[in-house]
């Protein structure tokens, strides 16, 4: 069985270090977590937001943020975040260079998309990034996600994983949620859709274990 790890926008400005930003709480935390998935994968993926200062959706304080829009690609206002050039763009420290990565995509570079999920780049999920052909490609059967945050971004990038047929670890610990009620409604849709879940890393170990004598 082959192995893939992926890291979900694993940046600063969905931390307490960018506090202007989204900063999730504990999201600075991850990285060693992430680094234990990536240990017991062959493969290792990323993905960063790379957002433009005037995208469509940008409103100036938080107060106004989530508020529905009617964009095709847009669904939700959010105030400025992970925006090239800035710390908040920055992967956490003593993470790979995203060059480092097999294969890494960078999401929501035009001004009016903010796709969640790191495999397409359009909410209708018609236009691939080319991660799930990169996986086919290389064999993989299953892959290991973490990364921030758990109730957006991970959520919708391991409902895509999973619906194109990968077989789906969430390390819970590799995670941090902007919310605990959204946190909880991402687990259960994640479960509901066959996704595994596992809060320590025994329950990781184990679950690979299993997939491994399929």
Not at 119 to 135: M, N, P, Q
């Amino acid at each position: 069985m082959k192995i893939a790890s992926f890291d979900v926008d694993a940046q600063k400005g969905f931390t307490p270090l960018c506090p202007n930003e989204l900063p999730v709480p504990e999201g600075d935390a991850i990285v060693p977590a992430l680094n234990q998935l990536a240990a017991r994968a062959q493969l290792r993926i990323g993905s960063k937001d790379a957002h433009s200062p005037q995208a469509a959706w940008v409103v100036p304080d938080h107060a106004q943020m989530l508020q529905a829009l009617p964009l095709a690609n847009a669904d939700l206002t959010w105030v400025s975040h992970c925006v090239p050039g800035t710390p908040g763009f920055e992967l956490l420290d003593d993470l790979p260079a995203p060059l480092d990565y097999d294969f890494f995509v960078w999401k929501g570079v035009e001004p009016d998309l903010h796709p969640y999920g790191a495999c397409y780049h359009d909410l209708a999920e018609k236009r691939s990034t080319g991660v799930i052909e990169f996986l086919r490609q290389n064999g993989v059967d299953l892959v290991l996600v973490g990364g921030l945050a758990l109730d957006y971004c991970v959520k919708t990038t391991a409902l895509q994983l999973r619906r194109a047929g990968f077989e789906v670890i969430v390390y819970l610990p590799a995670c941090r949620a902007i919310a605990s009620e959204t946190a909880e409604t991402a687990c259960i849709a994640m479960g509901e859709h066959g996704i595994t879940l596992a809060a320590s890393l025994e329950q990781l170990d184990s679950v690979i274990a299993k997939e491994n004598l399929r």
